[in-house]
């Protein structure tokens, strides 16, 4: 493959079918229905899958989290981190194989659109070897306009998740996200009908990062060259079960490139050249020559897929799920907060009872549809007041309150008291510590 600088050498990859892209098929198409179809679904009127950034609030399958639930992003932030460490110490790339959008989008869209308009390989090539032409022309045309249209089906299937699928699809969002789906479908456009292999060769950083991820014993895809070389075009080689030089594997690469020269940071470890080398080795007798495999393996030593370092990532992430799971289970399924309503400090009723007046928020995170009462009681002030109104939220649902506490006013009260207000509901309580402000003098109003 030339170099990003130099003159682009355009890859026409072959169609390939067998064991590896049947399972990526699987696996594309349970991404796609994450992607796509989730959105879509609603848990109890809420949607099963949305990150709403404006509400900072987030759904989750059964669960809304809010900007008071950060622990939990930092701990989903964590797992990503640490499951990428983990995934690539043992299984090499397999991201970029199986789950990265960019292989996914081109492997399901892209490649069957072109073999459908253009032609397979070879027609593709020659085609475009022989320069413009009013059947080339059309072709590229027609291609290209499917294309856009693939790339904006899947910017508006991404942004359904951040700004609601049935406002977007029937034009209700805003204009932010509709800017932000052109952008997105411009980005995938050029990168469907140019970019390509690019992508993960030149711009990608997690090519780069791999070498320090991966080890000798890291699964990556190898040709056996202790059993396929010398190559040669023959039927001697066909016989001995050796390299027959056909290039199936080199011509199904994505990325351009040729693993019998051996590991490679542009290699994506699709797979595809093992399905190409087992249909041409199955017709011989023979097993394959490119399989999945390690350096370590591949120089006769013993592989551990558990080693110190896939030990210590897989612990962590032990740690990360049950952390999650603890606080999942203890977490009270809504917020509530409490402040000095503006501009007053205490009030001196005419009854001599000295008032403080705050405003109490409440937000209900629970997924149920039945509304929730929340009871609203005050500890720590003797023989407090409390007027408020009572309170029942239906699911995600916000109201600010006044909270109007009143005490009487005597000698023992001090002029900055701290005391407790507790909200509870049938699945918990919260604790919130304010504080109640008098003045030394009765009758007066404080500022
Ligand atoms: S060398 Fe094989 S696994 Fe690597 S990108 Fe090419 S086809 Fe995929
Ligand atoms: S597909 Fe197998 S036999 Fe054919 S060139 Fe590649 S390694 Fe050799």
Known sequence: MLGFSQTREWVYPQSISGRFTTIRRWTFLGLHLLLLI???????????????LPARTVFLFGYIFTSSDTIFLLLLLWFAVF?????????????????CPQTVFLESWIRPVELWIEGDRLTRKRRDAKGWSFDRAWRKLAKWTVFFAVALFLSMGGMSIFAGVRELWTGQAGPVEYSLVAIFAGFWFIDFTWFREQFCSYVCPYARFQSVLADEETLIITYNIERGEPREAGKQAARDGRCIECSKCVVVCPQGIDIRDGFQLECIQCARCID????????????????YGSIAESEGREVRRWRPRTMVYAAILVGIMMSGGVLLARRIPFEATVNR???????????GYTRNTFLLKITNKSPDIEPVEYEISVAGLDDAEVLTDAVELGSTETRTIPLIIRVPTSAELERTTPFEVKVSAESGAVVLSPTFKSGAEIGGTGS
Request: hydrophobic share 45%.
């Open 276 to 291: 190409a080398c087992t249909s041409v080795m199955d017709k011989l007798g023979h097993p394959t020559l490119v399989a």
């Open 38 to 52: 989730t959105p879509w679904i609603t848990i109890n009127g809420n949607p099963a899958l949305r990150v709403d």
């Open 83 to 99: 499951s990428l460490f983990f995934f690539t110490a043992v299984f090499g790339r397999i991201w970029c194989g199986y789950a």
């Open 341 to 351: 309503a503006p501009g007053s400090l205490y009030t001196v009723d005419a009854d």
